[in-house]
């Protein structure tokens, strides 16, 4: 580092200031300007803009250079920012530009497009590449096309439709269970059911052991889903490698094959997770946001949004899951480009048309029947469900991640993912709720029942008959009393619902990556059918009830009921109680049905879900597992609300020596190493003087430590060296005596942001959150009293809300 | 006020401090906690949570009344946030609470969901008024319903359609035009020509005088959109009456007057306008809201949502809109609130059902063809022709708004809509597609031609047969050479589109409501269906062509060309050309057009119109509308990119006398009225002392009257009265001699933002913008140098990019 940062290339020498003065370019403007008045100013920019120019590229290296973070560090917003702006200035000055840099101003402009271009398209291919390959992979458990071993079941049967091999629905002969190949023949016997079943378990056992392994042994930070961390990062705190290539690549071949494995867990999550990763690679090609923390993470909120616009085909409701759950500083302006790339992504998506249809959702569903206004009740019942079972899962899950964690149990990964797919398969096989995958039945759930439906779900005590409408393939449902089959599937649904709210509880948060959106759609699709088929029935056996009667006539078998809303609904609540998202999921759910109708039953199911979570549980589970691991997140939505103020805070507390500092002369190089030496604070305010205690500036360590390790390189200076953080100070040796003066201004920030002692801390707070800072200098009348950085202010909240904060902090 | 605010009132008598010493509320917390430690406060607090209690209410009252800000001020949002908590802290504190305090925790808790679906109800209700409204307005033009002369045409014919007296397709017996009530019969000779037009002027004329007679009369804020000042007011600006109930009510009745009178101009913007008052009058019934200027906005942001999801039906764009265009602060919190709001006011509008259909939207399209690749070139073209269109309106518009400011026919507002709407109508009636309404001509634009259709703009030169497809209302569009009805109507849409893009540059700002919505979709339109018919034509002559051989097949007169699709897309680019909207524009449109595959033509559209419109103009209307009208609209989105420092832009500038301060002790009362009278500053730092120039505080002008009041109606104080800002005061006449000591402590803020003279000013507009303060200090090692307001930073801004700050600020 000291090679490449001599002391030649780390200052520029301003001349037309009339005397040679090394300035350096993070205060260049600073010294300049100062009390230069504002026509004067621009009369110096232009004068100096040939000599900077030269030294343009240079300056820009030194600054990268010097704002690589630490990992597990924070990043300072307003500083990134700033560099950001003098980048952009460093391209755009001057007055005659050559083409070469007009070019380069062009390039500059159209960077941003470009890089959320790419982003989308790659998170679009890698969504298609992972649904085409879990496809395949959940079917492969049932059997294997014969010809085309490479093809799921739907595809195989599919490419032989016109050879007339169709058997039923969604089988054909080319299509053969494990029985059938393992025995040679079709059957239904009980020995083919064990030999599927035992396929079926041991297939599932070596996908979820292989996908334990990869990420164990290549990414560990493969494992979840995701999206507490990927919030976290955007909050502007650094974890190396949490989003590169590698997470990028076994993540993306772990997915499939836990989703292949039956595991209770979803793609969608870490699809977020992935899409972020590709946004981070592709940020890297473009030095303007890979080397820019802050600029990364407008690119990085745009990648989150293509994330779930490609796990569900949303690009709307992904855009808006970004806005609201996931980013942290959202400038309006990356809106615009958020979309872009989240459209990209989805029609990438589309292109590759993993889900065989012309629309872009998953689960495309038309309703021909309008709600009731009764049905606002049951619907608002389903709310309250929802967020019971959301606040029930959060507690027990963090729970059982607590004990994980502090138990022996953390340490066998792998045998904790095999157990739990043992459990889960042999427990699931049997129903078929459980056994298809969960996008399918959550699939199968929503539906209506019409004509062409042969499912369980279906199978009313009616004769069916439909009248006509006008339009051929708008049939209406049947209804009546419960068939033997729907009887069947009623138990199922219960049992299915049961075993997936528990088993869920223990698959989230292991170490493969567990995604679970589709696991709460699943669990509120299934207590919403059971409602639905409940209310069905309570008109069917009391038509005359004058709640519904105006609006239900059952002359022809119809019903005004429609179950499948239900589930919709349901799956909603549920999600909205785990996760407590909001406006994105009544969003992403408008987007998935495409009627406006609906929207009013799913936003009040929203609601009720919301308050019923947040008043048993108070925070959603992604809030959860970032409080769970320690990270230093400063929750915007929650208003700070104590009366402390920012002298109640502050470092150093009463009885704690005093705070680290610098004095702006006369320390010696001896001095300021014994300082960085002595602790790991992340810089060091400069006072004028120890008698005045006056804030003069604030310097980084690192920018200290590198500025140290310039000046041991020069001959002259030795530890004696006196250091002189001011704007003038001594020339040369006849005025000190024995010892060169070390100048030091130039790593000197002249504005940090202070706060007077009386400033109450939710102003504090607020000044975190908003403008992005590390710390904040506390000053009483000017003189310094002490430091508060983000950490903190949330170990002040910790304490507040009455927790250990030595104890919540990253253990 | 003298009378309301008594110094008993005023002051909170604190015992349990040890010492009768008399605090603010406002800083109350401060002097208990300073220096407290948090556990001490906590206890400090616990103790004297009775005695607060007492006073809360009074407090209350005190400071809603210090709360008050003058008209055309800007808001401080930090101390509107720190008062609104302390607020709930006052509702919330104590232990055990009585069943009304429980209440009360409940009602303030709730206040929130309950305004904004009263304000929802009310802007649906107001909308579907003015709806109803302004149908049967511009249907009166025509003719009128002789049973019933409260029906517009289409409800008039609608109630008599079973007495199968329908003539055509919209007009029936019972509907009668001018001509034949005057004439007494049917007929389409030229003196009955003469005699409708005749009629359509006349009423035309009077709609509009009478609209600029209520605005000017009874309401002058009700003119213009209001959109450039409903952002102003919710970036921080106080414009008293701009929300309130006249301008309400004279908006709601002059809009449909000004729109029936086939001026070129919407009821789209106003609606926002409309929508914001019902907001602001709601906001008046929650003190909560109502008293506090902070809180009030964000119901307001909630409101210019409601305001698009009725203008339209698109619930979602409208939060959007509210989101990207309109909203300044827009917590994350009150993004679901707007959601609630939006829908309420949705379904509310629904129920009144203005459009007559079951859909939402106001045109509500479907569109059975995809588009095709190379289509991605004619949209892009459009986008750039929207550009260019909204660009030049924006300078026109600007340059017309300018001269008329400036010149006498400002001062003639009523003959001025009297021209106009002469002009307007004499030159629109002789062509339909001027002669209707404009969002009839833009819903019949976007159509396709099918089957059914029997405009001109469907007489196609090609024997008509259709393809069955599986569904029967899906009907294919025919195409082939032109037809005469087509060429005919091609002419009139030229000369529509020539005619609307000028006189839209006159009418946008007259002292009427005129929205701009809906004429520069109109425009668009226009523009876009001749360019679809024209690509049609092109595609129809070339039938071989290799871009579109393979997906065109001729051969039963389809074409694969809507034009419909290319006047929506048309219709996106010049209304984002001209306002700059992105994301909600085309939400809104997708929302319009219900599918998701045509986002992309409209995306590409939006993007191309957005970055053409930047290139030529810089601005959209309305930022240009803000800027010409001289509000204090700090942008957000456009970066502060100049290097100029605090120091650049504080005053006092070099040479102007210094800062007007206040020494924390000895000035008195005689001083400090001087120093009121002397300026119209909105407040002054307080210092330590003179020599020093620490600084110590800042107090607010209203304040400082407020309290030298007080002072006045104590018997004791004299003019020569030394007053103390500190909180330890000599107590008694005997150490001071002549006169009593009068405290001022608790006016004092012990906490302002202030940053050092270095700071670039790049962070102090991100420091002002992001906290939303009034003011800034300016420090120089602690040393008091200036003071920059929010005015200061929008001088130095308009001074850097070349304009004459006080030429532009409020003139």
């Not at 190493?673 to 310097?699: A, H, W, Y």
């Not at 607020?766 to 200098?777: H, P, S």
């Amino acid at each position: 580092m000291s090679e490449l940062l001599t002391p030649r290339k780390r200052n520029i020498s301003f001349t037309s200031l009339g005397k040679e003065e090394t300035i350096p370019l993070h205060n260049f403007w600073a010294s300049t300007g100062y009390s230069a008045g504002t026509k004067k100013l621009q009369l110096t920019r232009r004068q100096s803009g040939a000599r900077l120019n030269e030294n343009a590229a240079e300056g820009l290296e030194e600054l990268d250079e010097l704002a690589n973070y630490e990992d597990f560090h924070t990043i300072d917003w307003l500083r990134e920012m700033s560099r950001n702006r003098l980048r952009h200035r460093q391209i755009t000055q001057g007055l005659r530009k050559t083409f070469l840099q007009k070019i380069r101003i062009l390039h500059d402009a159209c960077s941003g497009w470009l890089v959320v271009l790419l982003i989308g398209m790659a998170a679009g291919t890698c969504a298609g590449i992972i649904d085409i390959a879990t496809k395949w992979l959940i079917t492969l458990k049932m059997g294997v096309c014969t010809d085309k071993f490479w093809l799921d079941q739907e595809s195989c049967c599919w490419l032989h439709e016109d050879q007339n091999s169709k058997i039923d629905n969604d089988s054909c002969a080319e299509w053969r269970s494990w029985a059938e190949i393992l025995g040679g023949h079709r059957g239904h016997g009980a020995s083919d059911y064990a030999v599927n079943y035992t396929a079926y378990v041991i297939i599932a056992m070596m996908f979820s052991t292989l996908a334990a392994v990869l990420v164990k042994n290549f990414a560990p930070y493969a494992c979840g889903s995701g999206i507490p961390e990927v919030k976290t990062i955007l909050s502007g705190f650094i974890i190396r490698g949490y989003l590169g290539k590698w997470t990028l690549l076994i993540k993306s071949v772990t997915s499939p094959l836990a989703v292949g494995s039956n595991l209770s867990l979803g793609k969608e999550g870490p699809l977020v997770h992935i899409a972020s990763c590709c946004g981070n690679v592709f940020a890297h090609l473009f030095p303007k946001y890979g080397q820019n923390e802050a600029k990364k993470r407008e690119v990085l909120s745009a990648a989150a949004a293509a994330g779930v616009s490609v796990a569900f085909g949303v690009p709307i409701g992904g855009v808006l899951f970004s806005l609201e759950e996931v980013s942290y500083y959202f400038p309006m302006k990356t809106l615009w480009r958020s979309f872009f790339c989240a459209l990209t992504a989805a029609f990438v998506l589309r292109s590759v048309n993993p889900y065989g249809t012309a629309h872009f959702a998953m689960f495309y569903v038309t309703y021909n029947r309008p709600w009731l206004l009764f049905e606002l009740v049951p619907f608002a019942l389903l709310g309250v469900m929802g967020g019971l079972y959301g606040a029930g899962f959060v507690r027990a899950n963090l729970f059982w991640c607590r004990f994980r964690k502090n138990s022996k149990l953390g340490k066998f990964p792998i045998l904790e993912v095999m157990v739990i797919t043992l459990i889960t398969v042999l427990l699931s096989y049997p129903n078929p709720f459980t056994r298809m995958d969960a996008s399918t039945v959550i699939n199968e759930l929503v539906q209506e029942c019409g004509p062409t439906s042969h499912t369980n779900l279906c199978d009313y005590n009616v004769t069916r008959h439909y009248h006509g409408l006008n339009t051929t393939f708008v049939p209406a449902s049947p209804s009546g009393g419960l068939g033997d089959g729907l009887k069947t599937a009623l138990w199922q649904l219960a049992l299915a619902f049961l075993f997936k709210c528990i088993i869920t509880v223990f698959t989230f948060g292991m170490k493969i990556p567990t995604g679970l959106f589709i696991p709460s759609l699943a669990v509120g699709a299934l207590m919403g059918r059971i409602v639905g088929i409940g209310v069905e029935q309570l008109v069917y056996t009391f038509p005359d009830n004058p709640m519904w009667k105006t609006d239900c006539q059952f002359s022809n078998g119809q019903s005004c009921i429609t179950p499948g809303l239900y589930a919709m609904v349901g799956a909603a609540a549920a999600l909205g109680g785990v996760t407590r998202m909001t406006v994105s999921l009544v969003v992403v759910m408008y987007e998935l049905t495409g009627g406006l109708q609906y929207i009013v039953p799913l936003m009040l199911a929203t609601m009720f879900s919301k308050w019923v979570g947040d008043a048993l549980s108070g925070e959603g589970i992604y809030d959860g597992h970032i409080r769970l691991n320690g990270y230093p997140y400063l929750e915007q939505k929650r208003e700070f609300t104590h009366t402390t103020l920012a002298a109640d805070v502050m470092r150093p507390r009463p009885g704690e020596p005093p705070l680290k500092v610098i004095v702006q002369e006369g320390m010696t190089i001896y001095d300021l190493e014994e300082l960085v030496k002595s602790n790991t604070l992340n810089g060091f305010p400069v006072l004028i003087s120890n008698d005045s205690q006056r804030l003069m500036g604030f310097v980084c360590r690192k920018d200290l430590i590198v500025a140290l390790e310039n000046a041991h390189n020069k001959p002259e200076v030795t530890e004696d060296s006196p250091t002189y953080f001011t704007l003038h100070c001594p020339a040369s040796v006849s005025e000190l005596g024995n010892s060169n003066p070390v100048r030091l201004f130039n790593i000197v920030d002249l504005s940090p942001i202070a706060v007077s002692d009386h400033a109450p801390m939710e102003t504090v707070v607020e000044i975190f959150a908003k403008l992005g800072n590390r710390q904040v200098l506390v000053t009483h009348n000017g003189k310094l009293l002490g430091i508060i950085t983000k950490k903190d202010v949330l170990r002040h909240i910790a304490e507040l809300d009455g927790e250990d904060p030595e104890k919540i902090m990253f253990d």
